[in-house]
């Protein structure tokens, strides 16, 4: 018999609508419940594509005799953390504070009014290595509640006043300067592995946001210690096991610092987010490398994460079926030599092997490798590796597919939207500017409604209940104003400024501070406010970046002072932790360069028009068109004529302008940072 989660739109809950365990979605209704039966909450949070939440929920959420003691003394509620990353955030932050760590599945004891008590990740079905299982656990809390309900309330209390005084103020005085920027270039450079790209040691995360600062930082001032930097780290993960070397698109992180073996699940965001650094990574550099990864992870996302709607899914699992049917992490991706060798014969296997790092021993579990390119850089006959690849990939179409999680979060398809746009407009591929338009037209369509509030999810073209929060906001302004630059249809500008009115009214405090849910959001026990940048921008610093971009395109006042105020935080915290607060210091570069603001009065897609787009400088924002209506359109365009009845661009940063050219040379110049 289904649960309660059988009415809801996230894959991850309906997962687990035939569990035994009695579960409730996150609502007022199952804290009353608890309420009215004097029982604690038990809060599970998870996602479709965590490997030890499946592991779990298979071990304990699926046995009979641990369900039935859930349901008698526990209201056991189930929350999706993509859908509702404030529940995740506040709840994590007092899980970290508790016991040094977080992770997911996250474990947490609520008392019926939401204060946390006791807390946890992953619960083994037995007890071992020092853990105890969870059937334990819940005897153990069941217990505490019903005997020593005082001291429980003291320790939900405290853990409560400890999360409610962590209120950030904006986090500094004043936007950042070339003074943070070289502090957080300093302590970049500390933490950069020479050897292998990247930043730290394993397990090591695909640093997309800092790449961008890195190649913005370039731009603006010529630093080569940044460009190799980002160079060396792109070209190690293009060639790691991160990156699928045959169907494109990279894994979620490498457990090895040297990108060998990855946590095999793909997630959308880190693929928008790498494929648009690759993109602009080839802009600054013409790397061939660069241009190669770019488009296969444009392709990637549009071949296994569209969704019938036009919208980008959120993810693919890690695991699948492998030959014997068992359900392990990679079967999909992995190859042995024997594998390689039924597939391509004996001469083209033992060449596969030798240029994917495919050996005997196996570089991943029971002799089965992961595919690499060697360091070496040896010649190679390109069109039989080209033979090659496609016919592993061929085969590869046989396996059993990882399961997908098919909803559609707006933040993650903000960054696919900008990441489409722009790589179609750099590569000529107006296919992708159209995936990128299709994915705008669903969010204003489904996520937007009639009333200009974002919501965070859908599900086959269905919005879901929960509102969006900042980061749904400032990444989907993003994409929208990544897109009105490349096709020069204004109304996505006008979409974005609708966007950061609501950023402006609803989510900005004092000072400049920002907040991850809206003043008119549920109340939590702690309103989340996060301004480090994790897998994702954070909200706070996704918000800053598009209200900045949307002040260079309209002249507004309001929107950049809101975006110098929110920069307060990565004056704050760049010189001390760089690493997670890479988008804030690119878009502290745009600040520091201007950004240039570029009028093309003239054809959309022509050369003065592309050459706008190629421009290095950072965060310049685009606008084109021609004829009298293009300042209807953008604000930019107003009173810019053609200069001798030639497409002319106009230059101009900080209220001056350049004298305007008809010369695409010229024009590059002029924006090569």
Same mark, same amino acid.
């Given at each position: 018999?289904?649960?309660?989660?059988?009415?809801?739109?996230?894959?991850?809950?309906?997962?687990?609508?035939?569990?035994?365990?009695?579960?409730?979605?996150?609502?007022?209704?199952?804290?009353?419940?608890?309420?009215?039966?004097?029982?604690?909450?038990?809060?599970?949070?998870?996602?479709?594509?965590?490997?030890?939440?499946?592991?779990?929920?298979?071990?304990? *959420?699926?046995?009979?005799?641990?369900? =039935?003691?859930?349901?008698?003394? *526990?209201?056991?509620?189930?929350?999706?953390?993509? #859908?509702?990353?404030?529940?995740?955030?506040?709840?994590?932050?007092?899980?970290?504070?508790?016991?040094?760590?977080?992770?997911?599945?996250?474990?947490? *004891?609520?008392?019926?009014?939401?204060?946390? /008590?006791?807390?946890?990740?992953?619960?083994?079905?037995?007890?071992?290595?020092?853990?105890?299982?969870?059937?334990?656990?819940?005897?153990?809390?069941?217990?505490?509640?019903?005997?020593?309900?005082?001291?429980?309330?003291?320790?939900?209390?405290?853990?409560?006043?400890?999360?409610?005084?962590?209120?950030?103020?904006?986090?500094?005085?004043?936007?950042?300067?070339?003074?943070?920027?070289?502090?957080?270039?300093?302590?970049?450079?500390?933490?950069?592995?020479?050897?292998?790209?990247? *930043?730290?040691?394993?397990?090591?995360?695909?640093?997309?946001?800092?790449?961008?600062?890195?190649?913005?930082?370039?731009?603006?001032?010529?630093?080569?210690?940044?460009?190799?930097?980002?160079?060396?780290?792109?070209?190690?993960? =293009?060639?790691?096991?991160?990156?699928?070397?045959?169907?494109?698109?990279?894994?979620?992180?490498?457990?090895?610092?040297?990108?060998?073996?990855?946590?095999?699940?793909?997630?959308?965001?880190?693929?928008?987010?790498?494929?648009?650094?690759?993109?602009?990574?080839?802009?600054?550099?013409?790397?061939?490398?660069?241009?190669?990864? %770019?488009?296969?992870?444009?392709?990637?996302?549009?071949?296994?994460?569209?969704? !019938?709607?036009?919208?980008? %899914?959120?993810?693919?699992?890690?695991?699948? #079926?492998?030959?014997?049917?068992?359900?392990?992490?990679?079967? /999909?991706?992995?190859?042995?030599?024997?594998?390689?060798?039924?597939?391509?014969?004996?001469?083209?296997?033992?060449?596969?092997?030798?240029? /994917?790092? @495919?050996?005997?021993?196996?570089?991943?579990?029971?002799?089965?490798?992961?595919?690499?390119?060697?360091?070496?850089?040896?010649?190679?006959?390109?069109?039989?590796?080209?033979?090659?690849?496609?016919?592993?990939?061929?085969?590869?179409?046989?396996?059993?597919?990882?399961?997908?999680?098919?909803? @559609?979060?707006?933040?993650?398809?903000?960054?696919?939207?900008? !990441?489409?746009?722009?790589?179609?407009?750099?590569?000529?591929?107006?296919?992708?500017?159209?995936?990128?338009?299709? =994915?705008?037209?669903?969010?204003?369509?489904?996520?937007?409604?009639?009333?200009?509030?974002?919501?965070?999810?859908?599900?086959?073209?269905?919005?879901?209940?929960?509102?969006? @929060?900042?980061?749904?906001?400032?990444?989907?302004?993003?994409?929208?104003?990544?897109?009105?630059?490349?096709?020069?249809?204004?109304?996505?500008? #006008?979409?974005?400024?609708?966007?950061?009115?609501?950023?402006?009214?609803?989510?900005?405090?004092?000072?400049?501070?920002?907040?991850?849910?809206?003043?008119? %959001?549920?109340?939590?026990?702690?309103?989340?406010?996060?301004?480090?940048?994790?897998?994702?921008?954070?909200?706070?610093?996704?918000? !800053?970046?598009?209200?900045?971009?949307?002040?260079?395109?309209?002249?507004?006042?309001?929107?950049?002072? %809101? =975006?110098?105020?929110?920069?307060?935080?990565?004056?704050?915290?760049?010189?001390?932790?760089?690493?997670?607060?890479?988008?804030?210091?690119?878009?502290?570069?745009?600040?520091?360069?201007?950004?240039?603001?570029?009028?093309?009065?003239?054809?959309?897609?022509?050369?003065?028009?592309?050459?706008?787009?190629?421009?290095?400088?950072?965060?310049?924002?685009?606008?084109?068109?021609?004829?009298?209506?293009?300042?209807?359109?953008?604000?930019?365009?107003?009173?810019?004529?053609?200069?001798?009845?030639?497409?002319?661009?106009? @230059?101009?940063?900080?209220?001056?302008?350049?004298?305007?050219?008809?010369?695409?040379?010229?024009?590059?110049?002029?924006?090569?940072?």
């Amino acid at each position: 018999m289904a649960n309660r989660l059988a009415q809801t739109t996230s894959p991850y809950l309906l997962q687990h609508a035939d569990n035994p365990v009695d579960w409730w979605p996150w609502s007022p209704e199952a804290f009353e419940e608890a309420r009215k039966r004097d029982v604690p909450v038990l809060l599970s949070v998870g996602y479709a594509s965590c490997h030890w939440c499946h592991v779990m929920a298979h071990e304990s *959420f699926e046995d009979e005799s641990v369900a =039935a003691y859930l349901n008698e003394r *526990f209201v056991a509620v189930k929350v999706d953390r993509e #859908e509702r990353p404030d529940v995740d955030a506040v709840y994590m932050e007092a899980v970290q504070a508790a016991t040094g760590h977080g992770g997911w599945p996250m474990t947490v *004891f609520l008392t019926p009014d939401a204060e946390p /008590f006791y807390f946890g990740t992953y619960f083994p079905p037995e007890p071992r290595h020092g853990s105890p299982s969870f059937q334990q656990v819940l005897e153990g809390v069941s217990a505490a509640w019903t005997d020593r309900r005082e001291e429980v309330a003291e320790v939900a209390g405290r853990i409560v006043a400890d999360l409610a005084g962590r209120s950030l103020a904006h986090g500094g005085d004043g936007v950042p300067g070339e003074a943070e920027i070289a502090q957080a270039l300093l302590g970049l450079t500390r933490e950069y592995d020479e050897q292998h790209g990247g *930043f730290g040691g394993a397990p090591k995360f695909p640093p997309a946001m800092v790449v961008e600062f890195l190649l913005r930082h370039y731009a603006r001032t010529g630093s080569e210690g940044a460009l190799q930097m980002a160079a060396d780290t792109c070209s190690a993960m =293009a060639r790691g096991g991160i990156y699928d070397q045959l169907g494109g698109g990279f894994a979620r992180y490498s457990v090895d610092r040297e990108w060998v073996v990855p946590h095999f699940e793909k997630m959308l965001y880190d693929n928008a987010l790498l494929c648009r650094v690759y993109a602009h990574l080839w802009r600054t550099t013409g790397s061939t490398e660069a241009r190669r990864i %770019a488009l296969e992870t444009a392709d990637f996302m549009v071949r296994e994460l569209r969704t !019938a709607e036009g919208g980008f %899914a959120s993810a693919l699992d890690a695991d699948s #079926e492998d030959r014997q049917g068992k359900h392990v992490e990679g079967a /999909f991706y992995v190859w042995t030599p024997a594998q390689l060798r039924e597939v391509l014969g004996e001469e083209d296997g033992a060449f596969a092997a030798a240029y /994917f790092g @495919v050996t005997e021993e196996g570089t991943f579990e029971e002799g089965a490798s992961v595919l690499q390119l060697s360091g070496e850089a040896r010649p190679v006959d390109a069109g039989r590796v080209a033979d090659v690849r496609a016919r592993l990939l061929a085969a590869r179409e046989e396996r059993p597919r990882p399961g997908r999680d098919d909803k @559609v979060v707006a933040a993650w398809n903000g960054l696919a939207i900008a !990441a489409l746009a722009e790589t179609g407009a750099y590569f000529d591929r107006p296919d992708l500017v159209e995936r990128a338009t299709e =994915a705008a037209d669903l969010l204003v369509r489904v996520h937007l409604g009639e009333v200009a509030r974002l919501t965070r999810t859908s599900k086959d073209g269905r919005a879901g209940t929960n509102a969006g @929060v900042l980061e749904d906001y400032g990444d989907v302004a993003e994409g929208f104003l990544a897109l009105a630059a490349v096709t020069g249809e204004g109304a996505w500008l #006008e979409f974005a400024g609708f966007l950061l009115d609501v950023v402006l009214e609803q989510f900005t405090g004092e000072g400049g501070q920002l907040y991850d849910t809206a003043h008119e %959001a549920e109340k939590l026990i702690r309103r989340p406010q996060d301004p480090t940048d994790s897998a994702t921008p954070a909200g706070w610093t996704a918000a !800053a970046g598009a209200l900045l971009s949307y002040a260079a395109y309209t002249g507004s006042e309001a929107h950049r002072t %809101a =975006a110098e105020g929110a920069l307060g935080v990565v004056k704050a915290l760049a010189p001390r932790a760089p690493r997670f607060i890479g988008w804030g210091l690119a878009v502290a570069e745009a600040l520091l360069d201007g950004p240039r603001e570029v009028a093309v009065a003239g054809p959309v897609g022509g050369e003065l028009h592309r050459t706008a787009l190629l421009g290095r400088a950072p965060g310049a924002v685009v606008a084109a068109g021609e004829g009298p209506g293009a300042g209807a359109e953008f604000p930019l365009l107003v009173d810019r004529p053609l200069v001798g009845g030639e497409p002319t661009a106009y @230059v101009c940063r900080h209220f001056v302008c350049e004298a305007p050219t008809t010369d695409a040379g010229e024009l590059a110049g002029k924006l090569g940072g």
